[in-house]
């Protein structure tokens, strides 16, 4: 019989998905799929499931949550060598990755086009010993996602990451970063990078309009230093409406991998944020795993 795992975290975004678990059984009780069910509440328990149990019966996983539960189901996946098809179910607050991906945030348009199981192979990004499918970021906003308060969030939305994100311009300092790729060698003061797959993170829709999930390169956008204050709001609000791209204060580069490293001892930049995770600490060895990962996809519709 075909069977299909659902992991959802309870705790994501609204928390009201648990009330549509019967509708997407239904779904796919329908289509003669025994569904098993991973209700987690942390990293620990999705990778003490996928580590102890037959992963190799199922022919898709589905993961009900934000982009940090979607992150952590993946690096299990990859720790174990396992290749199933992921199915997004956006039940989170900014849900970047589905949103690219076309995958409706209504739950029963949501399950129809999860239904119909059109895969698409999608580039993994890999940053130390640790995966990510839609950013790496560090600097400014980057611990955002993680210390934001779950009620603000869930209250708010996408609108609590700029709040929040706004608390730390007033005390932030700039950090000196060496990005190197390939070819090149970039030595400047940064107050923010990510690196990006598609073409938003954290609730800004439009960090890159030229990304492309499958081309086998990356986004590198690297926010400099901003000497006069009064360029802090035009920069922001660039930033959201995605006109940044040329401006004077951006370093922008789109390349297989990169390199970044701390060489102010002064001020280290020490951690990391991967899809709105903790991630690994500097210096970081970035790699793009070229259609690494199959996902169920929207994009054509």
């Given at each position: 019989m075909k069977s299909v795992l659902l992991i959802y975290n309870p705790k994501s975004g609204n928390t009201t998905?648990?009330?549509?678990?019967?509708?997407?059984?239904?779904?796919?009780?329908?289509?003669?799929?025994?569904?098993?069910?991973?209700?987690?509440?942390?990293?620990?328990?999705?990778?003490?499931?996928?580590?102890?149990?037959?992963?190799?019966?199922?022919?898709?996983?589905?993961?009900?949550?934000?982009?940090?539960?979607?992150?952590?189901?993946i690096n299990s996946l990859q720790n174990k060598n396992i290749d199933i098809p992921i199915g997004i179910i956006p039940a989170?607050?900014?849900?970047?990755?589905?949103?690219?991906?076309?995958?409706?945030?209504q739950y029963d348009k949501c399950f129809d086009v999860l239904s119909q199981m059109k895969v698409e192979e999608v580039d993994l990004g890999k940053v130390n010993d640790k995966y990510f499918i839609n950013i790496c970021c560090g600097g400014l906003f980057t611990n955002v996602s993680q210390n934001i308060d779950v009620e603000l969030k869930n209250t708010l939305g996408k609108m609590a990451y700029y709040i929040k994100g706004a608390e730390q311009l007033p005390t932030f300092k700039p950090t000196k970063l060496k990005i190197t790729?390939?070819?090149?060698?970039?030595?400047?003061?940064?107050?923010?990078?990510?690196?990006?797959?598609?073409?938003?993170?954290?609730?800004f829709d439009k960090l890159s309009t030229n990304a492309n999930i499958s081309d086998g390169l990356f986004e590198f956008i690297g926010v400099r230093s901003i000497k006069r204050v009064t360029d802090v709001p035009?920069?922001?609000?660039?930033?959201?409406?995605?006109?940044?791209?040329?401006?004077?204060?951006?370093?922008?580069?789109?390349?297989?991998?990169?390199?970044?490293?701390?060489?102010?001892?002064?001020?280290?930049?020490?951690?990391?944020?991967?899809?709105?995770?903790?991630?690994?600490?500097?210096?970081?060895?970035?790699?793009?795993?070229?259609?690494?990962?199959?996902v169920i996809s929207n994009r054509n519709n």
């Open positions: 998905f648990k009330n549509e678990l019967d509708e997407f059984l239904e779904v796919f009780n329908k289509m003669e799929y025994d569904v098993r069910i991973c209700r987690t509440l942390s990293k620990l328990s999705i990778d003490d499931y996928i580590q102890n149990n037959d992963m190799d019966s199922f022919d898709f996983v589905f993961v009900a949550g934000g982009d940090g539960t979607v992150n952590e189901v989170g607050t900014a849900n970047d990755f589905a949103r690219y991906l076309n995958i409706p945030f790729t390939d070819y090149e060698t970039y030595v400047d003061e940064f107050i923010l990078f990510v690196v990006l797959n598609s073409t938003g993170a954290g609730g035009r920069l922001l609000m660039n930033l959201i409406i995605g006109e940044h791209l040329d401006d004077k204060n951006i370093l922008y580069l789109k390349k297989d991998n990169f390199g970044i490293e701390c060489v102010d001892p002064n001020h280290l930049l020490e951690e990391s944020d991967i899809d709105g995770e903790s991630g690994p600490q500097l210096p970081l060895d970035i790699k793009v795993i070229h259609k690494g990962l199959r």
